[in-house]
Nanobody, 124 residues
Framework: QVQLVESGGGLVQAGGSLRLSCAAS????????MAWFRQAPGKERESVAT????????YYADSVKGRFTISRDNAKNTVYLQMNSLKPEDTAVYYC?????????????????WGQGTQVTVSS
């Protein structure tokens, strides 16, 4: 049974940092893209950052470029999201995701496995 378990969310003041982790179990995701999505109240789920199997291709939403960094450790079957200079508008539930689309084309409908989500709240 495949499981994606996120950790690292919480409450932080604007300008602060958080590091999210997502550990996958149940199988090895060779050649799969791993990604982070987020969903704020009343809004659609959106892609935040994606990364290829090798880690050499990444994609970031314009709203997080220069502030967030995605990385992965395939030996640990884990993907990370380092979030710096956090803003109140970054407040959302963050979801780990895995799929076979390329990092540049990863969309909600292309996700094959989802994590349960972790809440990130940024206070002003």
């Amino acid at each position: 049974q495949v499981q994606l378990v996120e950790s690292g969310g919480g409450l932080v003041q604007a300008g602060g940092s958080l590091r999210l982790s997502c550990a996958a179990s149940g199988r090895t995701f060779s050649f799969y893209t791993m990604a982070w999505f987020r969903q704020a109240p009343g809004k659609e789920r959106e892609s935040v950052a994606t990364i290829s199997w090798s880690g050499d291709v990444t994609y970031y939403a314009d709203s997080v470029k220069g502030r967030f960094t995605i990385s992965r450790d395939n030996a640990k079957n884990t993907v990370y999201l380092q979030m710096n200079s956090l803003k109140p508008e970054d407040t959302a539930v963050y979801y780990c995701a895995v799929g076979r689309l390329s990092p540049l084309n990863m969309v909600v409908s292309g996700v094959e496995y989802w994590g349960q989500g972790t809440q990130v709240t940024v206070s002003s």
